[in-house]
T-cell receptor
């Protein structure tokens, strides 16, 4: 089956710094990728839809200047959390959509901001 | 809008017990229905799906039947194992959208 990877799997950063999370589709091309945020014991919250070669579409309430998304190629999307604060600590999950519109999820990235 | 309601957890069972996790939905048209599983510290994996009424999705001993008359997609397994301990998410995807709507998730804990 289709595989999506995320890097890093865990990251700890200091408050005020920026951190980049990568999402790659390993064996298929994805013109569309999605970024989700998951709070403890809660469901996934869609943050934004990432489209290759164009600007991301952000969900209501998500700060686009804080969560920068770049979909530079058909197999890579990045999420950069800028000027991170402890409240940004969360589990971030990406997914990639294939040509049949099926979504495949990455393993997630645990971000801890100290 | 679309919504998915799952039974609250955690669901705690002994090994080899029968499992049911209820899921009901509200959607316009004829959505596709999914169950995803999330093991501790990992992302979501598609467990099974059904795309039309009366379809039964199955995988790894889990089953769910798309019931349009009751707008339900309950997950069942006849004999659970400790390794099934995870969080299970019911989701739907309406024909007009390629973005799934997730339920809140149900935690399953299986004791030896």
């Amino acid at each position: 089956g289709a595989v999506v990877s995320q890097h890093p799997s865990r990251v700890i950063c200091k408050s005020g710094t920026s951190v980049k999370i990568e999402c790659r589709s390993l064996d298929f091309q994805a013109t569309t990728m999605f970024w989700y945020r998951q709070f403890p014991k809660q469901s996934l919250m869609l943050m934004a839809t990432s489209n290759e070669g164009s600007k991301a579409t952000y969900e209501q309430g998500v700060e686009k200047d804080k969560f920068l998304i770049n979909h530079a190629s058909l197999t890579l999307s990045t999420l950069t959390v800028t000027s991170a604060h402890p409240e940004d600590s969360s589990f971030y999950i990406c997914s990639a959509r294939d040509d049949d519109h099926e979504q495949y999820f990455g393993p997630g990235t645990r971000l801890t901001v100290t | 809008g679309d919504s998915v309601t799952q039974m609250e957890g955690p669901v705690t069972l002994s090994e080899e017990a029968f499992l049911t996790i209820n899921c009901t939905y509200t959607a316009t048209g004829y959505p596709s229905l999914f169950w995803y599983v999330q093991y501790p510290g990992e992302g979501l994996q598609l467990l099974l799906k059904a795309t039309k009424a009366d379809d039964k999705g199955s995988n790894k001993g889990f089953e769910a039947t798309y019931r349009k008359e009751t707008t339900s997609f309950h997950l069942e397994k006849g004999s659970v194992q400790v390794s099934d301990s995870a969080v299970y998410f019911c989701a739907l995807r309406s024909g007009g959208s390629y973005i799934p709507t997730f339920g809140r998730g149900t935690s399953l804990i299986v004791h030896p």
